[in-house]
């Protein structure tokens, strides 16, 4: 059963997170009652909203990665 209160409005900002099905959440809250109302899980793309980019680890590690993954 989902929460029927709804998620308090974050007290500061810099708490969105992109979900990975490309949509912004205003806190963590909001993302796990989104998945709780869908009947499906959504992911954490990256901190931050999906508009922007998220921030990259030095020294090109996220290149590393996608590499491994091609």
Same mark, same amino acid.
């Given at each position: 059963?989902? $929460?029927? &209160?709804? %998620?308090?409005?974050?007290? !500061?900002? @810099?708490?969105?997170?992109? =979900?990975?099905?490309?949509? +912004?959440?205003?806190?963590?809250?909001?993302? $796990?009652? &989104?998945? %709780?109302?869908?009947?499906? !899980?959504? @992911?954490?793309?990256?901190? =931050?909203?999906?508009?922007? +980019?998220?921030?990259?680890?030095?020294?090109?590690?996220?290149?590393?990665?996608?590499?491994?993954?091609?």
């Amino acid at each position: 059963m989902c $929460r029927a &209160a709804p %998620c308090p409005v974050p007290s !500061s900002p @810099g708490q969105e997170l992109c =979900g990975n099905n490309n949509v +912004t959440y205003i806190s963590s809250c909001h993302l $796990r009652q &989104a998945t %709780c109302f869908l009947g499906r !899980s959504i @992911g954490v793309r990256h901190a =931050g909203s999906c508009a922007g +980019t998220p921030e990259e680890p030095p020294d090109g590690e996220s290149e590393e990665e996608e590499e491994n993954f091609v």
